[in-house]
């Protein structure tokens, strides 16, 4: 599903209410700006599982990321 948006503050601010997690809002972000530079659109285009960011890193997670 894609979710269309007039500008990146309301784009930003459904974000936040979407999200669980803070991985979740960067990723989403991310995807925004992404779509915004090659489209000029903002948009999303959603599954049915929002996205998250993996740390793949053996050494513990950083205290910031928790």
Same mark, same amino acid.
């Given at each position: 599903m894609?979710?269309?948006?007039q500008?990146?503050?309301?784009?930003i601010?459904?974000?936040?209410?979407?999200?669980?997690?803070e991985?979740? #809002?960067?990723v $989403?972000r991310e &995807?925004?700006e992404?779509?915004?530079?090659y489209?000029?659109?903002? #948009?999303?285009d $959603?599954?049915? &599982?929002?996205?998250?960011?993996?740390?793949?890193?053996?050494r513990?997670?950083?205290g910031?990321?928790h």
């Amino acid at each position: 599903m894609k979710k269309y948006f007039q500008t990146r503050l309301e784009a930003i601010d459904w974000i936040a209410g979407y999200v669980e997690n803070e991985g979740q #809002f960067e990723v $989403l972000r991310e &995807q925004l700006e992404f779509n915004f530079i090659y489209t000029q659109t903002f #948009f999303l285009d $959603l599954d049915d &599982q929002p996205a998250e960011v993996a740390w793949l890193d053996k050494r513990p997670t950083p205290g910031y990321l928790h």
